[in-house]
């Protein structure tokens, strides 16, 4: 078979297999939308985080103050009750509390059930695989591959290593099959990925223009994911992959990304990390972020991350973190860290960060 026919015959196949996921999820959520009523009430509980540091900052190209601060706070709603029929359901709405320019101050909100079947989502949700994404240990107060302080952004052309830019928080459902054997797969259906905020809309038709002739629609996307909880020679091992495929419309870019993850944790030692490939209109941006992390004590850890991701155009950003934190109280940890962003394009430079924060998990 040649390699053209080849190609064809895999997509036709992928398709095809989207297509049966497809009717199967909706299927799927539709049996769970008339499940019997609930035995009891839905019990409400309230928590969230609020991260708050203070950095020293020097950034070459850019004239910065001395002192900067920045804060990452939500408050998270969270229900959760039984069926008749021993069928879990429940919600999550995200509130947005404090952030670097955010204008959506609803985040995440989605309803949910779950049985011996798995899990159903349905809501304005990131995807099940990137929920599933095994990533970088973390040792700070706060996530470095998910970093919402937007210090390195602002500085270079970081960008996180997570599979949540195809769609981000439109509306979708997402499919938790049942462990076995350590692993678990996922599926996700985003019907318009346009509207990444998750507002509900009536979803436009392939074709739709403005009155400038621009194309105002997106696409639909699909996500799938395998994940491996388990152990090996007495070790701690998690495993993922992902892939993120938007469907698009006329006159839309195609894009897609994938990322496989893997971590390893032996006493007090853990290592992992993610290798993300981002394709948008056939030019990858590719990214390695990675990290160890060392338990010092039951109250202190520290460790090391080393980001390195290359654009299109060849140029490289290298980020280095190295840092702690120290449990000081019930849901209180004193995070710290020395952070060096190095960028190829020159009009963004080298920067350096030292932070000294709080984190309060409520």
Partial sequence: MCAGKQRVWVLSVWRLRRLVMNKLLIGTAAALLVTP??????????????????????????????????????????GKGKTKNGIEIGFQVQLEAEGSGESDYIDENYIYAKG?????????????????????????????????????????????????????????????????????????????????SGDSALYLDDGEVDSDGDVVTKGSSTALGLKYTGKIAGMKVKASYG?????????????????????VSSGAVTVGGTMFTKDADGEETDILHYAIAYKLSKATQVGLMMHNQEAPSGDETNITVLGGSTKIGSGAKL????????????????????????????
């Fill in 37 to 78: 009523a609930v035995a009891g009430p839905v019990a409400v509980t309230v928590g969230g985080y609020y991260n708050s540091v203070v950095y020293s900052q020097d950034a070459d190209m850019y004239e910065t103050r001395d002192l900067g601060i920045h804060n990452d706070a939500e408050i998270i709603f969270k």
């Fill in 335 to 362: 995070t710290y860290s020395y952070e060096m962003v190095e960028d190829d394009n020159p009009q963004k430079g080298d920067s350096t960060f030292m932070g000294v924060g709080l984190l309060l998990k409520f």
């Fill in 243 to 263: 892939i993120n495929e938007l469907d698009e419309d006329t006159g839309v870019a195609p894009r897609e990304d994938t990322a496989f993850g893997l971590s």
């Fill in 116 to 196: 011996d079947f798995g899990k159903v989502e349905i809501g304005a949700e990131n995807n099940a695989a990137y929920k599933q994404q095994v990533t970088a240990p973390k040792f700070l107060g706060w996530k470095t591959y998910d970093n919402n302080f937007k210090t390195w952004s602002k500085v270079s052309s970081f960008d996180k290593p997570l599979m949540d830019g195809v769609e981000g928080d439109a509306l979708k459902i997402n499919y938790y099959s049942p462990k076995v054997n350590g692993f678990q797969i996922s599926y996700s259906v985003t019907p318009d990925a346009r509207d990444t």
